[in-house]
């Protein structure tokens, strides 16, 4: 017998034996939970209720073409109120409680950074999907939204160019 028969021969009973020693590997659940934690009232429900209407338009498509995978999207809508303390409880409760796969969420630094420590303890991915400073990496946090670098690069050549060398930009830092 030949190294390729013998790995054939042997993967199934080895695959029933883990399935059955293991019995949550062979349960897959029938739908992909995706958490969205944004300010749905408070300060900044004004940029929130916008990112998570994105979002749930965004379930919606996918779960009508047949989902993910073979499975149906569900969103989970978390409402933080621009409240610090429930932003962090609702990364915990999303990423132990409701076992979310990714989270989508917050709208300024801080609140990215009082998130991001909890979703990466427990190695649930994190989308960041507003303009931010850079220099966050981590294995979990994707920062999807442009730095200030990237968004005045066209603009002050262009500017240059058409009004002279003195350019003056009003921004936070």
Request: glycine share 6%.
């Amino acid at each position: 017998m030949d190294r390729r028969s013998f790995l054939k021969s042997s993967a199934a009973p080895v695959a029933a034996g883990m399935a059955s020693s293991f019995p949550f590997v062979a349960e897959a659940a029938d739908e992909i939970l995706v958490g969205s934690i944004t300010d749905l009232s408070g300060d900044l429900d004004i940029y929130g209720k916008l990112m998570a209407d994105c979002l749930t338009i965004a379930v919606e498509e996918w779960s009508a073409q047949g989902g993910l995978l073979g499975k149906q999207i569900k969103l989970l809508n978390y409402d933080p109120q621009s409240n610090m303390q429930l932003y962090t409880q609702f990364a915990q409760q999303s990423a132990l409680k409701d076992k979310v796969a990714v989270v989508h969420g917050s709208i300024t630094s801080a609140s990215r950074e009082v998130m991001r420590p909890v979703l990466d303890r427990y190695h649930t991915l994190y989308f960041y999907n507003t303009q931010y400073k850079g220099g966050v990496c981590d294995r979990n946090t994707f920062c999807t939204g442009v730095t200030p670098e990237q968004t005045v690069a066209k603009l002050i050549p262009y500017a240059m160019k058409q009004w002279g060398k003195k350019v003056y930009v009003v921004a936070a830092d």
